[in-house]
């Protein structure tokens, strides 16, 4: 199994965690600019957004596979896994694939976390809703959201109905997973159970948008154990009993960096590089 190595991905969730979301985004632009990347700022007053946009080649005529992850963290968890691990890693994609000029825009959201809560239904995927709703979209051609990428190394490719199995964005990420050598799994997840902002660009009608997770082996089978008979008290009891460890931690004091793993951030970074250097992706 061919993995990058590249030991900044570790300090990079170090440098976020325990820090507000503002200052996170300022640590984020202050590493792209010491890659030599200046990044574009999408804001917005109210509600307060701020989501920070890489683009290896601003060419509107060619369409990009775009790689998310959100900065924001939950309340006072550190945030680790949730998402600085995604963070980390698509900042070492920057890195890799700075001078390359491949098609290849990077989004770092804002306030993907719920901003109001309920027992049945969480509000949240705002900076994502801002940037599907000012935008047409026309020149992005697959979404690959990163969320939760610190911990195992069992891809979870999701959420992906049976139906969907058959998309360019599913199938592409099997075959470089296979190349790999990474087991995988597609997992039908509700969005009222778990989502990310893959979400955002599906109701905006774009159906080539998934969200890619590792999950440890030793808890693949409480997964398949929950996915298998979801019930309503599944969804309302989020954080109780019947949710893997990886999940039910993800919003405590437990998602430190203590519990992330180099080699997990690193192979997820070499297969959303064998993704972005595929050379006939999506008509890019």
């Known amino acids: 199994m061919a993995v990058v190595s590249n030991s900044e991905l570790i300090s990079y969730v170090r440098d976020l965690e325990n820090k507000s979301n503002p200052i996170r985004g300022q640590i984020i632009v202050n590493t792209l600019k010491g890659f030599g990347i200046t990044p574009e700022i999408q804001r917005w007053r109210f509600p307060r957004i701020q989501n920070i946009v890489v683009d290896l080649l601003p060419d509107p005529s060619i369409r990009k596979m775009m790689f998310t992850a959100h900065y924001d963290k939950y309340g006072t968890s550190p945030g680790a896994n949730d998402n600085a691990s995604g963070v980390s890693v698509i900042l070492g994609l920057c890195h890799e694939l700075n001078e390359s000029r491949l098609p290849v825009r990077v989004i770092f959201f804002d306030r993907e976390e719920a901003w109001l809560r309920t027992p049945i239904l969480n509000l949240g995927l705002l900076g994502s809703l801002y940037y599907v709703l000012s935008n047409t979209l026309t020149d992005v051609g697959s979404v690959y959201n990163i969320e939760l990428c610190g911990r195992g190394e069992f891809l979870g490719i999701w959420p992906v109905k049976e139906k969907q199995e058959q998309l ?102 070499s297969l959303i590089l064998k993704l972005a250097k595929y050379k006939y992706a999506y008509d890019c």
């Open 168 to 269: 360019e964005v599913v199938k592409s990420v099997q075959m470089a997973a296979e190349e790999l050598q990474i087991s995988y799994k597609t997992l039908h997840i509700p969005w009222l159970l778990l989502s990310s902002d893959h979400l955002s660009f599906r109701l905006r009608g774009f159906q080539n948008a998934l969200t890619l997770s590792f999950i440890p082996h030793a808890q693949l089978a409480s997964f398949k154990s929950l996915l298998s008979d979801i019930r309503v008290s599944h969804i309302i009891h989020k954080n109780k009993s019947v949710w893997p460890e990886l999940i039910k931690s993800r919003h405590t004091a437990l998602d430190d960096s203590r519990h992330i793993s180099e080699s997990s951030l690193s192979l997820m970074l």
